[in-house]
Nanobody, 131 residues
Framework: QLQLVESGGGLVQPGGSLRLSCAAS????????IGWFRQAPGKEREGVSC????????FYADSVKGRFTISRDNAKNTVYLEMNSLKPEDTSVYYCAADRRASRAFAACQLRGGHRYFDIWGQGTLVTVSS
C-alpha cells in the first residue's frame, strides 16, 4: 500500500523559496502520476502541478507557471516541488497525491476538481508566505 509523506513547508517571506518533498513508501512511484495540490481556508482544492508516470511530462497551473518546478527522483521514490518567487497568495496547505491510473490522473490534474482522480494522499504541509 503506497503511503505519502510531505515535508518542507514553513514560513517564508515574499520572494523567497521553498522545496517541498513527497516521500513514498510501500510501493514504487514509477507507475503513478503524482500531483501537488493546495487548499487555502474556505477555498477549493486546486491543482498546482502534476508529473506523469513515464515520460516526465509536467503540468503547471497558470498561477505558478515559471515559478514552480516539479521533479521526481525514482531512485529515492520522492517527488519534489521547488517553489521560487513565492507570493502571499501561495499561502496554503500543500498536498501530494498519487494515482496508479496515471494517464487519467495526469489529464485530470489540469481540470477543476481534478483532485478527485487521485486516490492516495499525504497529510499535507503548510506553506505561509508573509513578511
Amino acid at each position: 500500500q503506497l503511503q505519502l509523506v510531505e515535508s518542507g513547508g514553513g514560513l517564508v517571506q515574499p520572494g523567497g523559496s521553498l522545496r517541498l518533498s513527497c516521500a513514498a513508501s510501500g510501493a514504487t512511484l514509477d507507475y503513478y502520476a503524482i500531483g501537488w495540490f493546495r487548499q487555502a481556508p474556505g477555498k477549493e482544492r486546486e491543482g498546482v502541478s502534476c508529473i506523469s508516470s513515464s515520460d516526465g511530462r509536467s503540468f503547471y497551473a497558470d498561477s505558478v507557471k515559471g515559478r514552480f518546478t516539479i521533479s521526481r527522483d525514482n531512485a529515492k521514490n520522492t517527488v519534489y516541488l521547488e517553489m521560487n518567487s513565492l507570493k502571499p497568495e501561495d499561502t496554503s496547505v500543500y498536498y501530494c497525491a498519487a494515482d496508479r491510473r496515471a494517464s487519467r490522473a495526469f489529464a485530470a490534474c489540469q481540470l477543476r476538481g481534478g483532485h478527485r482522480y487521485f486516490d492516495i494522499w499525504g497529510q499535507g504541509t503548510l506553506v505561509t508566505v508573509s513578511s
